[in-house]
């Protein structure tokens, strides 16, 4: 088994108003597997947690001035080197806290751009489960974060639930192991993509054999991939029956 040495920085925004809260709760045990998904494989997984209520103050000033005081100065530092975000925020008005909105606008929006971010919400009831389809995935769209495909919301019925009969359909565990289950693969697929091309160079000038210009000349038994294109990689049998665009307007 192969060990990594690099460390992946998780950090988690938490926007609960109160201590305990269940968003914080919610928070951590996002950043828990996804720390146990990482680190299956011997990586080392750095966890940090703001509770940005006790930024509140820092925050309502940053907006003001447009300067942030020094704290808060280290919490955007701590985004802005984060391998991943874990934002969880309540839902109030099915839609998020106002503290968590302060400070997403409080920061430039560059810091998002391209950031891995799963997004988890925590509300008294399951009627507010929408809100991060309606509320939160278009704001971080709009800043254009690379989102974790499933997000999770936990009603106060969740918390404790581990049967379908007891809350949603899906026990909160489940759904929590999933998304932070896609957001360590996301994360590795991303250190995997940097790492090949760190070292692509090493064959750069490399020049086809023979006359080989890189492309498959073989055309396929059903003439679906023409003389001279290059070879595509072998799809998933859910995408066998994917023609390009290219081809179906030749063919018409």
């Given at each position: 088994?192969?060990?990594?040495t690099?460390?992946?920085?998780?950090?988690?925004?938490?926007?609960?108003?109160?201590?305990?809260?269940s968003?914080?709760?919610?928070?951590?045990?996002?950043?828990?597997?996804?720390?146990?998904?990482?680190?299956a494989?011997?990586?080392?997984?750095?966890?940090?947690?703001?509770?940005?209520r006790?930024?509140?103050?820092?925050?309502?000033?940053?907006?003001?001035?447009?300067?942030?005081?020094?704290?808060?100065?280290?919490v955007?530092?701590?985004?802005?080197?984060?391998?991943?975000?874990?934002?969880?925020?309540?839902?109030?008005?099915?839609?998020?806290?106002?503290?968590?909105?302060?400070?997403?606008?409080?920061l430039?929006?560059?810091?998002?751009?391209?950031?891995?971010?799963?997004?988890?919400?925590?509300?008294?009831?399951?009627?507010?489960?929408?809100?991060?389809?309606?509320a939160?995935?278009?704001?971080?769209?709009?800043?254009?974060?690379?989102?974790?495909?499933?997000?999770?919301?936990?009603?106060?019925?969740?918390?404790?639930?581990?049967?379908?009969?007891?809350?949603?359909?899906?026990?909160?565990?489940?759904?929590?192991?999933?998304?932070?289950?896609?957001?360590?693969?996301?994360?590795?697929?991303r250190?995997?993509v940097?790492?090949?091309a760190?070292?692509?160079?090493?064959?750069?000038?490399?020049?086809?054999?023979?006359?080989d210009?890189?492309?498959?000349?073989?055309?396929?038994?059903?003439?679906?991939?023409?003389?001279?294109?290059?070879?595509r990689?072998?799809?998933?049998?859910?995408?066998?029956?994917?023609?390009?665009?290219?081809?179906?307007?030749?063919?018409?």
């Amino acid at each position: 088994m192969t060990v990594h040495t690099a460390t992946f920085r998780i950090l988690a925004l938490s926007s609960g108003l109160s201590t305990p809260s269940s968003t914080r709760m919610l928070a951590d045990q996002l950043t828990r597997e996804t720390a146990a998904a990482l680190g299956a494989d011997g990586t080392q997984v750095e966890v940090s947690t703001v509770e940005l209520r006790e930024y509140a103050h820092d925050l309502i000033d940053a907006l003001l001035t447009r300067f942030p005081s020094e704290r808060l100065a280290m919490v955007i530092e701590q985004v802005r080197a984060a391998d991943a975000i874990v934002a969880v925020t309540p839902i109030f008005n099915v839609g998020p806290a106002g503290l968590f909105k302060m400070f997403v606008d409080v920061l430039d929006t560059a810091l998002w751009a391209d950031k891995p971010v799963l997004l988890g919400a925590a509300a008294g009831t399951a009627r507010h489960s929408l809100a991060i389809d309606y509320a939160l995935r278009p704001m971080f769209g709009y800043l254009k974060a690379d989102l974790v495909p499933t997000s999770v919301f936990a009603a106060s019925a969740d918390f404790g639930a581990d049967t379908e009969h007891q809350a949603d359909a899906q026990p909160l565990a489940v759904r929590v192991r999933r998304a932070a289950a896609e957001l360590a693969t996301m994360l590795r697929a991303r250190r995997g993509v940097a790492a090949g091309a760190d070292t692509a160079g090493d064959g750069a000038g490399a020049q086809p054999a023979d006359g080989d210009s890189g492309a498959d000349s073989t055309p396929a038994d059903d003439g679906s991939v023409p003389t001279g294109e290059p070879a595509r990689p072998a799809l998933d049998a859910e995408f066998s029956d994917f023609v390009p665009m290219g081809q179906l307007l030749r063919r018409g």
